[in-house]
């Protein structure tokens, strides 16, 4: 095809205009790599722009590019001067090297040569999807929207400024689709076109880009009407974090020191089989560093059990005729024992002591006391305890004032505990009537004022920072540690008893089997969580941390799941009882007095919602309406292909396709009658179905009898058309 | 198409170049019982056209040339004194053939023009005080000559309202015209064509014709558009319902010539303004902004409806 000197020098024009373009891709490119040798890079994008242009044999042109990639590498990287006898062995060094590199999967390790090459061969291929883009698909707006995207995104994320460029890239776009249009449009009306006409189109075009562009350049403009996000992605990308040790998830004994990333651990530690999931409790601890937890000071006492003893411990346990068993298979030997709510006792092979510490609830294991030991497998037998709410509902803060001195070390704080603590802890159970209310409180208010679960994200408390604070009203991102603890911390500053249990998840359930499942706990599931004291009830376990949901079942499904076999259950004993509760009874209490104002109300409560469904759906109607031609004929296909081929059907599906037709522009006039109008339509659509079926239709209507008709063919004419009228 | 009628055109393109329509139309007359005013200058094959028709039929072909001195006799017959058996004979005027050409009719008396039109409207002729019958079939294809002349009769509407079709020949085209020329030199192609229908067969087709199937759909379109040239603004004098007849009954004859045993809409469409625009007459108005009746006649067609149901709606 031979290129007239007009076209030639179009295609040079959108060239030379996506040259700027891309000019503005490397800028930040260059910038934010700290790459030099822009101008090397410049010289390969024009040369390959040039080389499409004057439509190089594609051999050449591959040679042409691939001689400079040579020399952009040697003279960029050899000491030796370009040509030297040093040239080829640097090359061949460099290509064996990255290439065994690439080859053993250390994609990361490929020297800068290789990877300039390859930042070449991907300004080439561009180059060359660009070049499809202009002269064959004529249509260049997913290339400018993309660059307009790019530079839009480095400049909001990182500290390359896109002001000037994207005002030069939005310019140059807007010429360049106008431009690519006008050539679609010419092609399309297919006139030999002269220079004049071509400009008559070409000026008002770019006047008006101008016009706009300028007119926009100057009108004054607000601030972004949202949060900057760049502090948020540097959280993400962890930039931000002040922490810089990398602490391992698992289970350590010094809780000290809080605070700093997790990494990864999936070491297998135990495996549960088990009817229930269960939170896996070690220890407890009670005293608040603002740094982290120790143990208090104190007299406590240590009680010794055997194998198949009771047990007591400070928590709830179950009715007894629910007692179940859990076999424990531990794979990191652990010289304490792994307990559950609810746990009743444990049964281990060889004559073994467990001996709890009072203080902490930690039970060590031991051949003989003073002798630790730890064991590859045991059983504990529990009884989940059932809470009840009615109980729970009688927890008036006012009981709180009459506990014993027993619970102070579950009310102890540090004494530089920033007063901003207590006073968000007051705020939050301000309004709540019951100490279970106000812990409950305490528990979901992570889950909805902007916090984030985060391994990695955790911060490390400065000097005199502190920990709970911190996380609290600074980072508000952390991992489980960061929201059991400041639970307890809010807990405690309402003077609600509370202590962190440390322990494990309930790891991921495998598939149920004889009415048990296997639970594999790993390190990552190295949990805490929280305790508090209910007066009336006694000790509860609490979850704060979010983002545990999804895998792992944290709450309170254990009263739950035992209820169903509850015979002596009362109503109100589930802790998740009150909320359908009162559900109910608001909804009588609607029910009663029924009024327009409380519909309203109602609905207004939800206003958003219904704005967002009628958006919608006003939305999937215009879009259907503006679709009809498409589906509605589809829909008839379909719904004729069932019926029967007969007369009525037949007469009913000729009218379906008068109003498809209508719908594509080819309409019947009144005084047209259907054979005119059938030629028209075959005129317009190609064919000569049409004629056909209405030569039937009409001997159908204005004839007396009826006569043999082949509806099968009929039917395929019609199907015919009517899918020529989509296409 | 029908195939004997097939065969009949065939045998008249011998002789008529380019004049299918007009052969068609004569035909579609024929079959309806009708007759048919040609409306154009001399020498464009009207005769030719009345005479391949004849002889396809192998119908007594009769012509009269009117004049402003033709009587009414010369047309109807007369009957004349015999000496020998002392009685009065009546001689058969040239109306009583098969196929009549009435050559310019508008330049005879209009004395004469009304013997001729009583006899095609009623295909039956008095003389003396006796009716006679004419032989089926009856048709006349009487000429006009459009430029106005000295000393003609322009035929009444009344009367014009007896003819089924007007039809207008025009001139061939240059290629048609060429053609005449090179079948002009090998003598007269009209001596050599021969019947290809007995009038038995001719009746025959008359008699189906009448069974086309006429839907009142379609009836009722018709007298839409009947009715429409009677409220139309630039008409002084709508159809007759004499006209709507004629209408349908021109369609169920070209129905029949296109081989169908239905009237369609298209074939009223088609055959609108043979019929109608002959009985139209307008309105002085018409004249002042240039409008013809075939002119009206198409927006009437444009703007009524074209029954498209299966049940007419009303």
């Given amino acids: 095809m031979k290129q007239s000197l007009g076209e030639f020098l179009e295609l040079a024009i959108a060239y030379v205009i996506v040259f700027f373009i891309l000019r503005e891709w490397l800028i930040p490119i260059m910038q934010l790599t700290n790459t030099g040798g822009m101008h090397l890079f410049l010289v390969f994008i024009g040369m390959s722009l040039a080389l499409s242009l004057f439509r190089v044999h594609p051999l050449l042109s591959g040679l042409v590019k691939f001689g400079y990639i040579t020399w952009f590498i040697v003279f960029t990287y050899s000491p030796s001067p370009v040509l030297s006898g040093d040239t080829i062995p640097f090359l061949l060094a460099e290509w064996k090297g990255n290439m065994t590199t690439i080859l053993t999967g250390d994609f990361g390790q490929v020297s800068d040569v290789f990877r300039t090459v390859l930042f070449l061969v991907l300004i080439w291929m561009l180059v060359y999807l660009i070049h499809h883009w202009v002269s064959v698909r004529k249509n260049i707006f997913y290339f400018f929207a993309m660059t307009v995207f790019f530079i839009a995104t480095l400049d909001t994320f990182s500290d390359y400024d896109g002001k000037a460029a994207i005002v030069k890239v939005v310019v140059l776009g807007l010429i360049m689709t106008g431009v690519l249009f006008v050539k679609r449009l010419w092609l399309q009306v297919e006139t030999t076109s002269t220079v004049m006409e071509k400009w008559k189109i070409v000026i008002p075009m770019l006047v008006s880009v101008l016009l706009v562009s300028s007119v926009a350049f100057f009108l004054p403009k607000t601030g972004p009407t949202w949060a900057d996000p760049v502090p948020f ?46 939170y896996w409790r070690i220890e407890t601890k009670d005293t608040y560093t603002s740094k982290g937890w120790i143990v208090s000071e104190g007299n406590f006492g240590k009680n010794v059990y055997e ?32 307990q559950t709510y609810g746990m009743l006792s444990v049964s ?85 009537d019951t100490v279970y209310e106000q812990i409950k409180a305490v528990e979901s208010y992570f889950r909805t004022n902007g916090f984030k679960y985060d391994k990695t994200q955790a911060a490390i408390p400065a000097e005199n920072q502190d920990y709970v604070d911190q996380f609290l009203f600074d980072t508000k991102v952390g991992y489980c540690d960061n929201f059991s603890t400041s639970m307890v911390v809010l807990l405690r500053s309402v ?213 043999d008709v082949d509806f099968v063919k009929l039917k395929e004419s019609w199907e015919y058309l009517i899918n020529r009228t989509i296409s | 198409m029908n195939a004997q009628i097939q065969n009949v055109l065939e045998n008249i393109e011998k002789v008529m170049i380019g004049k299918r329509e007009v052969a068609e139309l004569s035909i579609v007359a024929l079959l309806a019982r009708g007759h048919v005013l040609l409306e ?68 005879t008396s209009p004395k004469t023009q009304s013997a001729l039109l009583e006899g095609m409207e009623e295909a039956s002729v008095t003389i003396d005080g006796n009716t006679l019958m004419i032989n089926q079939p009856f048709f006349v294809m009487a000429t006009q000559n459009p430029i106005e002349h000295e000393g003609t009769y322009p035929l009444p509407e009344a009367q014009l309202d007896r003819f089924l079709l007007k039809i207008k020949m025009g001139y061939p085209s240059r290629g048609q015209e060429v053609e005449i020329l090179r079948r002009a030199e090998n003598g007269k192609a009209i001596e050599k064509i021969e019947a290809v229908l007995s009038v038995a067969q001719l009746i025959e087709l008359q008699e189906l014709v009448q069974g086309v199937h006429v839907k009142d759909s379609v009836k009722n379109y018709m007298v839409e558009l009947a009715t429409l040239t009677r409220e139309n603004n630039y008409v002084y004098l709508g159809v007759s319902p004499r006209a709507t007849i004629a209408l349908m009954k021109a369609s169920q004859a070209y129905a029949f010539l296109k081989g169908r045993s239905y009237v369609t809409p298209d074939d009223v469409q088609y055959l609108v303004p043979f019929v109608f625009s002959h009985r139209l007459v307008l309105k002085p108005d018409a004249r002042y902004d240039n409008v013809t009746a075939d002119e009206i006649i198409q927006r009437i067609i444009a703007k009524t409806p074209v029954p498209t149901k299966r049940f007419a709606e009303q």
């Fill in chain 1, 233 to 278: 992605i540097q959280g993400v990308t962890g930039k931000d974090g002040k922490g810089n040790g990398q602490k391992s998830v698992g289970y350590s004994q010094d809780d000290s020191q809080l605070g700093g990333p997790f990494q990864g651990d999936n070491t297998l530690i135990f495996t549960a089989s088990s009817r229930d999931r269960h």
């Fill in chain 1, 307 to 338: 194998s198949n003893t009771p047990i007591l411990t400070s928590l709830q346990v179950g009715p007894p005729e629910n007692e179940r068993q859990i076999q424990l298979d531990i794979a990191v030997p652990m010289p304490f024992l792994i």
């Fill in chain 1, 348 to 432: 281990a092979q060889d004559s073994t002591l467990f001996i709890q510490d009072e203080q902490t609830e930690r039970m060590n294991i031991e051949q003989q006391v003073g002798e630790s030991k730890s064991l590859s497998n045991y059983s504990l037998s529990y009884s989940e305890p059932v809470y009840s709410m009615e109980q729970l509902q009688l927890s008036y803060p006012a009981t709180l004032e009459t506990m014993d001195s027993s619970f102070d070390r579950f009310l102890q704080l540090p004494n530089q505990l920033p007063q901003r603590v207590k006073d968000l802890a007051s705020e939050i159970t301000q309004k709540k």
């Fill in chain 1, 495 to 707: 003077g609600i008893p509370a202590r962190w249990v440390k322990g494990f998840a309930p790891g991921t359930a495998g598939p149920m089997s004889d009415g048990l499942r296997e639970y594999r706990i790993t390190n990552d599931n190295a949990h805490s969580w929280v305790e508090a004291f209910i007066p009336g009830t006694g000790w509860m376990e609490f979850e704060p941390t979010i983002g545990f949901t999804g895998n792992v079942n944290i709450d309170y499904d254990i009263p739950l799941d035992t209820s169903d076999e509850e015979e002596v259950l009362q109503p109100e004993q589930k802790p998740e009882q009150p909320q359908p509760q009162e559900q109910v009874t608001e909804k009588e209490q609607t029910e009663s007095t029924f009024s327009f104002d409380a519909m309203w109300l109602w609905m207004k409560k939800f206003a958003y919602v219904w704005v967002i469904i009628v958006v919608l759906l006003i939305i999937t109607g215009i879009s259907l309406f503006l679709q009809r031609k498409t589906w509605i004929p589809k829909m008839h296909v379909r719904a004729y292909r069932k019926k029967v081929a007969d007369w009525s059907n037949f007469d009913s599906s000729y009218h379906v396709l008068l109003k498809q037709l209508s719908r594509i522009g080819l309409r019947r006039n009144d005084g047209e009658t259907l054979s005119a109008f059938a030629e028209r339509v075959d005129a317009a659509l190609e064919t000569d179905e049409m004629q056909k079926l209405t030569v039937v239709y009409e001997q159908h209507i204005y004839g007396k009898d009826k006569e």
């Fill in chain 2, 40 to 107: 154009d200058v001399p020498g464009v094959g009207k005769t030719m056209m009345v005479r391949a028709l004849a002889k396809s039929f192998d119908a007594q072909f009769k012509r009269i040339q009117f004049t402003p001195d033709l009587l009414p006799s010369d047309v109807v017959g007369i009957s004349i004194y015999n000496p020998k058996t002392m009685e009065f004979e009546f001689r058969p005027g040239p109306i009583m053939g098969d196929v009549v050409l009435a050559d310019e009719i508008n330049r």
